[in-house]
């Protein structure tokens, strides 16, 4: 163990060091190569433009370089992979995307991550849109704000855990150490094992992601409120609008591009909910979905690589729209700059 | 906004009892676990957690001793001795000997459990078993009976887990993980960020449009590609194929695209006065850089730190994928995994192991909130 901190001490020491002498070397070496001080007039301006082309692919070249490596040949294989047979050797054409259009399990995944999108990404943003304008009118908001947020922090992993304990079940009658099956109980109901009663386990499963990313959309919508200038809900007030035409006809149209925000966003997260399903169920009980289908088949019996690809690429389809609305909407505000 | 605030009193007093419910609801699953690992361990089975500092009643099952251990009194043979041994102390309120009616005597009174023969056990645990005739075999009666013991906490879960099931060794593997993953990113997304931001070159348009496009692409896009890359690389050199040195750059690619953005989106709004003016004294970009940019971007450097701490610490699928399950990479977030597996029913593991993973989270995020907040704001109002 002693070996294993020194080692990670080392690798950030190495690993800023060899930044810091690469971002200094490099730009040393171009000037050196084309210096623009001590020479004349017209080779200081030639050289002052070669630098001028060269060194912003000084500065971007290692993020580059890690992009690619990481994220940019890896879509392209992860697509090429999908075309291949299990050992991602031989090609085998659409044959992976055919097992996908009539597989059970995936068509109940699928089934399962529409559940989620309808569910989550609502939930959250329904949710902490109107905490965010409760907690605006009292004097301990911000606590209370802070309190909401703190599940962000926490692993999905850790989440589940803490929900588990909530969802535990005990036999009827016996004494319930989970808090859900308690206030049944208490008030006369039957026990429940809630992770594992089809469809309505997904129910139980999502809440576990609304806990943590309602302080999310809370957050961000509470900032956005405050964004909205006075005048318009003055006027409003004066017009004689109630609090809730206020709301929902003054507030709720004026935040609109945040609350897409926090929509697109959780909507992402959505897609690749994986965590929780696995700690949780794995799968069973009809509570599959498909990032978590992806890993089974990654290691399932060694490994199927074509159909764990097509898998991602089905996720990934998904993302796409998004992605294009996130490209554009940089594009309109960054315009010239 | 005070102006959208409904005056009555009623309804400030309805809008205060929404959000302590709305808090309550936040904060007790937490609370839950938190106070669990601290209970005893026989407790938190005998009772829920928000009983805790109520005693806890539970029914156990014990044995007698065997016949061998019997004495003669006043002509009977008697079996005498406290059902808790040495140990802990609890108070009896009723026994029994048959599974079904383990509570069919109160405590202190004596049971005729037929030919003559009587049992008598006391709140405190002493027993009295006599019989006319003397007792035989080697296994001694069995016998149920219903006890409360007084609300007790400990730290022993926390012992427990740290040291015998491996927790503290995964924190710190954690810890190897987290702490360079956080680092290396930094350094290399500030100079691409600076680049993006104010030096003009051919391409720069597409490149954002790049990394604003990576910033939402599925990790499962990444996984199978660069596992068959590592067990390559792996085979080719004869090294392992799962080390820590991978899960940083992993990591670190995976974080790339948002520190980028972020970083960017902050420097770019940097005055340009001061560029301008530094640059007409004489400063060539790298010193612009490292002596304006970089100090002036601390706070933006601080968000980025914190979030890619927070979600490589909380990562469980890239350790999954690219870090070995032995005792020597195992994380954290796996580790607890692993543990719902094999320890599922027993929680005074599972809550106080759930407590570790999640504390040095809530450190983090409850020093850091501001800058947190900060980057959360920036990285998903801005065009995100």
Redesign the interface.
């Known amino acids: ?1 002693a070996a ?2 020194f ?2 001490i080392f ?2 020491i190495i ?2 060091g060899g ?2 002498a690469y ?2 070397g490099a ?1 040393k070496l171009l ?1 050196m190569t084309f210096p623009s001080r001590g020479v004349s007039g017209t080779a200081a301006v030639n050289n002052l433009r070669r630098q ?2 060269v ?3 000084l ?2 070249g ?3 370089i ?2 690619t ?7 392209i ?2 697509l090429w ?1 999908s075309f291949l047979d299990r050992g ?1 050797t031989s090609f085998v054409g659409l044959a992976n995307y055919e097992w996908a259009l009539r597989d059970e399990d995936l068509r109940r995944s699928i089934l399962n991550n529409l559940l989620w999108l309808a569910v989550v990404p609502a939930s959250c943003t329904f ?1 902490g849109l109107i ?1 965010a304008v ?5 004097w301990w ?1 911000t606590i ?1 704000k ?13 989440a ?7 969802y ?1 079940y005990r036999g009827e009658g016996q ?5 859900l099956n ?1 206030i049944i109980q208490h008030f006369g109901g039957q026990p429940q094992v809630w992770i594992s009663l089809p469809f309505w386990n997904n129910f139980f499963l999502m809440i576990i992601l609304i ?1 943590i990313q ?3 959309a809370m ?2 919508l509470s ?4 964004g909205i200038p ?1 005048e318009t ?2 006027a ?2 004066i017009d004689g609008a109630n ?1 809730f035409q ?2 929902w006809k003054i ?1 709720v149209p004026q935040i609109w591009g ?1 609350i897409a ?2 929509w697109t ?1 959780i909507t ?1 997260l959505v ?2 909910v ?2 929780i399903v ?2 949780m169920t794995n799968g069973q009980w009809n509570s599959q979905v498909l ?1 978590n289908l ?2 089974d088949w ?1 290691f399932r019996g060694g490994g199927d ?1 074509g159909r ?2 097509t ?3 089905i ?2 389809i998904a ?1 796409i729209p ?2 294009v609305w ?2 554009r ?3 309109k ?2 315009g010239g ?1 | 906004m005070a102006v959208a605030t409904g005056n009555s009193f009623a309804s400030r007093f309805g809008i205060h009892i929404a959000v302590l419910v709305f808090v309550a609801i936040w904060t007790i699953p937490t609370l839950g676990i938190l106070v669990s690992s601290l209970r005893d361990k026989d407790q938190i089975v005998a009772s829920g957690w928000w009983n805790s500092f109520a005693s806890s009643s539970q029914t156990e099952a014990g044995r007698l001793p065997p016949a061998s251990a019997q004495t003669q009194k006043d002509g009977k043979f008697v079996l005498e001795g406290n059902i808790f041994g040495d140990s802990a102390k609890r108070n009896i309120s009723a026994f029994g000997v048959k599974a079904a009616a383990p509570t069919e005597y109160p405590a202190s009174t004596s049971a005729d459990l037929g030919d003559g023969v009587t049992l008598q056990v006391n709140a405190d645990g002493s027993f009295v078993m006599a019989s006319p005739k003397a007792f035989e075999g080697d296994r001694g009666q069995r016998i149920y009976y219903a006890s409360s013991a007084p609300p007790k906490f400990t730290t022993d879960n926390y012992h427990t887990v740290l040291f015998s099931e491996g927790i503290g060794r995964s924190f710190m593997n954690s810890l190897t993980v987290t702490i360079p993953a956080t680092v290396i990113p930094i350094l290399i997304a500030a100079f691409a960020a600076y680049a993006l931001a104010w030096m003009r070159f051919p391409g720069r348009a597409l490149l954002i449009a790049v990394i604003i496009g990576l910033l939402v692409v599925p990790l499962q896009m990444s996984l199978i590609p660069l596992l068959k890359l590592y067990n390559g690389v792996g085979t080719f050199f004869g090294v392992p194929s799962k080390t820590y040195l991978g899960i940083w750059l992993a990591h670190t690619g995976f974080g790339l695209p948002f520190a980028i953005y972020l970083l960017r989106s902050y420097i770019a709004g940097l005055p340009r006065e001061i560029m301008e003016s530094a640059r007409i004294d004489g400063a060539s970009d790298f010193e612009i850089f490292v002596k304006i940019v970089l100090p002036l971007s601390f706070p933006v450097l601080a968000s980025f730190a914190i979030f890619q701490f927070l979600w490589v610490w909380n990562d469980l699928l890239v350790a999954m994928v690219f870090l070995g399950t032995a005792p020597d990479q195992i994380v954290l977030t796996a580790k607890l995994n692993a543990l719902l597996g094999s320890r599922g029913g027993n929680w005074e593991i599972l809550t106080t192991s759930a407590f570790i993973t999640i504390i040095v989270p809530l450190i983090v995020f409850f020093s850091l909130q501001r800058y947190f907040v900060r980057g959360l704001l920036a990285g998903s109002v801005k065009g995100g």
């Open positions: 163990m294993q901190i080692s990670a690798v950030i690993g800023v930044c810091v971002f200094w730009n000037d001028g082309l060194r912003p692919w500065f971007v290692p993020a580059l890690i992009l490596i990481y994220l940019i040949y890896p879509v294989a992860t992979l991602g949710l905490i409760l907690t605006d009118k009292i908001g209370a802070s309190l909401i947020f703190l599940p962000l922090a926490i692993s999905f992993v850790g589940s855990v803490i929900w588990k304990f909530i535990e004494v319930q150490i989970g808090l308690a806990w309602t302080g999310f957050v961000i900032s956005a409120l405050r006075e809900l003055e409003a007030v609090p206020i709301f507030m945040t925000v926090v966003t992402i897609l690749k994986f965590d696995l700690t990032a992806m890993f990654m690589f764990g690809a898998i991602a690429i996720i990934m993302v998004i992605m996130n490209i909407q940089a594009n505000e960054t700059h």
